[in-house]
C-alpha cells in the first residue's frame, strides 16, 4: 500500500478552485479542496442537503453565515456546518494556498 | 460561532491515547485522536466493522497490515482502510504528539 498527502501536488494554475474526492459512497464524501483567493460565487448562499464537517489544514479562509456573524479558519480550525445552514466562502488568502477537508455525510 | 482546532490543548499527560469524537451519528464518526509512543494493543489486530479513512495532520506513525508490508505515515499522509482490513497501529513518534483525523464511516 501506498499512501497520499493532503499537501502533496498542487499545481501552479489554479484558476479554478480544485476539488478532488478521495472518498465517496452513499453516506460519505470526503473531499480535499485547494483555494487561492477563490470564494463562493457571489450569487448566493450554499445550501446543502448534507452536513458538512470542514477543517482548513494550510491556509487562511473566511466563512460566513446568513444572519450570523463570519468565522475566520487558520490551519487546524475546523467546524461543522449543518444540512442547509446556508453559507459561504467569503475569503481565501489570494498569496497562499489554502488546504481543506471536507466530509459531507447524512 | 466559533471555532475549534485540531492543533489546540494537547494535555501533558498522555498515559494513554487521547481519543476525541468531534461528529458521530448512525453513518458517519470523525474522531480526533493524539498519540505519543501509544500503538495498539500487541494482542492483536483491528478488524472494524466500518470503513476508515485516517490522516496524520502532525507527527509520524507506522500502520502494519496482516500479510502487508507496513506504511509510514507522515503530516498530511492519509490512507482509507476498508472494513475488517486487519490492522495496527504499529509506531507512534515517542517523542513528539502524533495527531490525527480518523473518519469511520459504512
Not at 55 to 63: M, P, Y
Not at 99 to 104: C, D, G, S
Amino acid at each position: 500500500m501506498s499512501d497520499n498527502n493532503v499537501f502533496a501536488v498542487i499545481p501552479q494554475c489554479l484558476d479554478q478552485e480544485l476539488v478532488e474526492i478521495l472518498v465517496e459512497n452513499k453516506e460519505v464524501c470526503i473531499e480535499r479542496i485547494v483555494s487561492k483567493g477563490h470564494t463562493s460565487p457571489a450569487s448566493g448562499w450554499y445550501d446543502q442537503a448534507k452536513n458538512e464537517w470542514v477543517i482548513v489544514l494550510k491556509g487562511e479562509a473566511i466563512i460566513s453565515f446568513e444572519n450570523e456573524s463570519e468565522i475566520r479558519l487558520r490551519a487546524g480550525s475546523y467546524i461543522n456546518i449543518a444540512a442547509h445552514k446556508k453559507h459561504r466562502v467569503s475569503w481565501t488568502d489570494p498569496d497562499l494556498e489554502t488546504i481543506w477537508l471536507a466530509v459531507h455525510y447524512s
